[in-house]
Antibody, heavy 119, light 110 residues
Framework: EVQLVESGGVVVQPGGSLRLSCAAS????????MHWVRQAPGKGLEWVSL????????YYADSVKGRFTISRDNSKNSLYLQMNSLRAEDTALYYC????????????WGQGTMVTVSS | SSELTQDPAVSVALGQTVRITCQGD??????ASWYQQKPGQAPVLVIY???NRPSGIPDRFSGSSSGNTASLTITGAQAEDEADYYC?????????????FGGGTKLTVL
């Protein structure tokens, strides 16, 4: 079964750090670019970051640039998001998503992990 | 960064046809993809590329594009199609491999 499972979401204080993980199974992980997308409570989807299949290229939304770092370990079929200098506005459900090879389309999503930034 | 604009809410009578639109400069260069999200669930890809449906998506869902506008059409809407719908595409503003999402459209099936 093709699956993505996120973990690592917790309640953290403003200014704190957190690392999210996403475990992939059921497909050849290192064939595909991967993304993080977030959704604040009651709000729409917001793209966060992209990493190429080999980890050689990374891109970030302006809202997280300089604070978040995306990475992957293809030997472990895992995607990560290191989140530093967290703010209240980073509170959201964080999804990892697989990109189709022939189009900018996210064909597999995890169920998300909740990050709450609050004192 | 680029923006994609969607109507916040649209309604359709059961069995009728509804079009949900997405507007933005990036759509002049890139196709939109469309996602369906039901409450408490992760998004599901329903249309990508010129007009492609992933396996398992009913053929009542179709996509089209003209100029800076992409459209998702549901022909013969069903009760189970009531959901939030989001478009996305590449960000054409300079962050060329970035991604942008529309604000979402809440579809109500009457």
């Amino acid at each position: 079964e093709v699956q993505l499972v996120e973990s690592g979401g917790v309640v953290v204080q403003p200014g704190g750090s957190l690392r999210l993980s996403c475990a992939a199974s059921g497909f050849t992980f290192d064939d595909y670019a991967m993304h993080w997308v977030r959704q604040a409570p009651g709000k729409g989807l917001e793209w966060v970051s992209l990493i190429s299949w080999d980890g050689g290229s990374t891109y970030y939304a302006d809202s997280v640039k300089g604070r978040f770092t995306i990475s992957r370990d293809n030997s472990k079929n895992s995607l990560y998001l290191q989140m530093n200098s967290l703010r209240a506005e980073d509170t959201a459900l964080y999804y990892c998503a697989k990109e189709r090879s022939e189009a900018l389309a996210f064909d597999i999503w995890g169920q998300g992990t909740m990050v709450t930034v609050s004192s | 960064s680029s923006e994609l604009t969607q109507d916040p809410a649209v309604s359709v009578a059961l069995g009728q046809t509804v079009r949900i639109t997405c507007q933005g400069d990036s759509l002049r260069s890139y196709y939109a993809s469309w996602y369906q999200q039901k409450p408490g669930q992760a998004p599901v890809l329903v249309i990508y590329g010129k007009n492609n449906r992933p396996s398992g998506i009913p053929d009542r869902f179709s996509g089209s594009s003209s100029g800076n506008t992409a459209s998702l059409t549901i022909t013969g809407a069903q009760a189970e199609d009531e959901a939030d719908y989001y478009c996305n595409s590449r960000d054409s503003s300079g962050n060329h491999l970035g991604v942008v999402f529309g604000g979402g459209t809440k579809l109500t099936v009457l």
